[in-house]
């Protein structure tokens, strides 16, 4: 029976070791610096949040890892993204779903602390062999509106029990913002953590002193980060965020890359940028790195050249600030009922593609939610659009009085795509 396995692996051109054989992942203290080690070569995660867009783009871009938020509970569907990931020469930080305070998790219950412990154990065995799997992830943003500290208990526990069940993979948890009484919490009630999830997005430059301040001398990973956060960013009068446009996220992604998370050679052991999918969270564009129709976007490329020091060979369009009735968006542009007016977009391509402007009115986000928790897409508003095919666009404003945003993307044929979004509110005239 072995000679035949052997042979059929042969046949598929795998070697034996390949067939169910854990990574072998250690974090390293060489030289006064943190090395995470792969199998005993030196791996500097170059990864992404993964939402969708796909683990080959990933890898075809010079991305070497994704991670997820939860383990879901289709065995089938994570052990076929697991093989996926392996074919494309990726690892996986592997999400662990852990009860939050502000969803009602309460870490005075015994019982569901034992149960959900009892459950992550199941999960690790599950997967725990596939050599894949880079390192396990305890919850995300545990720290986020929480009081209770057993919370910091309950992720020493789990942390124990993954080192007891799984002696290959590192285990670290994500916290949203550090100082140093939480790194203190850390310490004392979960130590056997080998590493730290750090998630920052406009503040990310604050990251040195952070670490400085708040005593963590120990290996971390950037787990999120990306364009500033819809929660640090302008607001219209009417408080509605501004949104940077894509051009711009994309240098802020290779400024911050470039001076933050590449610099610390010391503690730091790589990121995940957020997002390489799509979502809604207050718009439909704020955190993917991709469309909703499944366009890269200048991030992509962005991020492309901050993991291989090349650009693609066709890259997206770019844009100039989105002016509607002549002013931006943090002019707090107000329109009149009913009434006409003009938006304008200048774009360009530097390979020369012909360029398609796609617009469209929603209504403003209503969402409070926090954390990245689930939002819906605001409805669309059914007015009349006459663009001018250049990047002109005009309509007449909602009857309706009311917070909107017009957004604009810019379509180069080749699969890439900018974008660019304005709020604007209608009083009566």
């Known amino acids: 029976m072995l000679q035949r396995i052997l042979v059929v692996l042969m046949v598929l051109g795998l070697s034996p070791g390949a067939v169910a054989a854990p990574s072998q992942v250690r974090i390293t203290h060489e030289d006064g610096r943190y090395v995470l080690r792969v199998d005993g070569q030196p791996f500097r995660i170059k990864g992404a949040g993964m939402a969708g867009a796909g683990p080959e783009a990933l890898a075809a871009r010079g991305g070497n890892s994704f991670r997820t938020w939860d383990t879901g509970t289709d065995v089938a569907e994570v052990r076929a993204m697991l093989d996926l990931a392996q074919r494309n020469g990726l690892k996986i930080a592997m999400g662990i779903s852990v009860g939050n305070e502000r969803h009602g998790f309460d870490y005075d219950d015994g019982a569901a602390v034992a149960s959900q412990l009892a459950r992550i154990r199941e999960e690790v065995n599950l997967y725990k062999d596939h050599p894949a799997v880079l390192m396990w992830v305890v919850g995300n943003e545990l720290n986020l509106h929480y009081r209770n500290p057993k919370v910091w208990n309950a992720v020493g526990a789990i942390t124990d029990m993954i080192h007891r069940e799984d002696p290959n993979h590192p285990v670290m948890t994500t916290l949203a913002g550090f100082d140093r009484p939480l790194i203190d919490l850390l310490k004392a009630r979960a130590p056997s953590l080998d590493l730290i999830g750090i998630q920052l997005y406009g503040d990310i430059g604050a990251l040195p002193d952070k670490l400085r301040t708040s005593g963590w001398t120990g290996p971390y990973v950037v787990t999120e980060w990306g364009p500033t956060g819809h929660w640090e960013s302008p607001l219209t009068s009417w408080k509605a965020p501004v949104e940077d446009d894509a051009t711009r996220k994309a240098q802020l992604l290779q400024q911050r890359y470039e001076r933050v998370i590449d610099a610390d050679t010391t503690q730091g052991l790589g990121s995940y940028v957020f997002l390489w999918g799509n979502k809604q969270e207050r718009t439909p564009t704020w955190y993917g790195l991709f469309l909703p129709g499944g366009e890269s976007t200048p991030a992509v490329d962005a991020m492309q050249y901050v993991w291989t020091g090349a650009w693609p060979a066709n890259r997206a369009p770019s844009t100039t600030t989105l002016r509607l009735d002549g002013r931006v968006a943090t002019d707090s542009v107000t329109l009149q009922a009913g009434k006409p007016y003009a938006a304008k977009i200048e774009a360009q391509d530097a390979d020369g593609d012909a360029l398609q402007y796609r617009w469209t009115v929603l209504h403003e986000s209503t969402a409070t ?24 666009l005009r309509f007449d404003a909602p009857k309706a009085p009311g917070a909107y945003r017009l957004f604009v993307e810019v379509l180069d044929g080749q699969g890439h795509a900018a974008y660019a979004n304005l709020p604007f509110r209608v009083v009566k005239p």
């Open 369 to 392: 939610s926090i954390g990245g928790d689930r939002e819906d897409v605001p409805p669309a508003v059914k007015i009349a659009l006459h663009e001018d095919g250049n990047g002109g």
